[in-house]
């Protein structure tokens, strides 16, 4: 999208500067930033990911053992490396009970 002000109409970009926060805010409350940093063995992570999938969700999915960087970033930003962890806008939720508790609760499509 492209806009080109052409004279300085402070109510116009204020109101447009106020329904681009709005939108973002809201779209950051309605549709949050996951992914689910799991490996395939890890009978934790399989009970997570079959809740998503007998509930249809779409969670993307970081598998630990396959992306070294992935785990990185699990130890740098949740403090250690365990799974299954849910980031939810880049923020660690740890547990799985949680983890599906939180699914639940923000019934993500
Ligand atoms: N209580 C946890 C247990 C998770 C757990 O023990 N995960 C193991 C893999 S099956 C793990 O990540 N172990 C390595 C570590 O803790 O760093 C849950 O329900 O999520």
Not at 30 to 52: D, M
Not at 67 to 84: C, F, H, M, N, Y
Request: include cysteine; charged fraction near 20%.
């Amino acid at each position: 999208m492209t806009v080109t002000v052409t004279e300085f109409q402070p109510s116009v970009n204020f109101n447009l500067t106020r329904r681009l926060l709005f939108n973002c805010i809201t779209n950051t409350m309605n549709n949050p930033e996951l992914s689910l940093y799991h490996f395939e063995a890890c009978p934790y992570c399989q009970k997570v990911r079959r809740f998503i999938t007998d509930n249809n969700l779409n969670v993307p999915m970081k598998d630990i053992h396959l992306d070294p960087i992935a785990r990185e970033t699990l130890i740098q930003i949740g403090g250690k490396s365990q799974v299954p962890c849910l980031f939810i806008d880049g923020k660690a939720l740890y547990e799985s009970a949680d983890i599906i508790q939180w699914l639940t609760d923000h019934q993500v499509a």
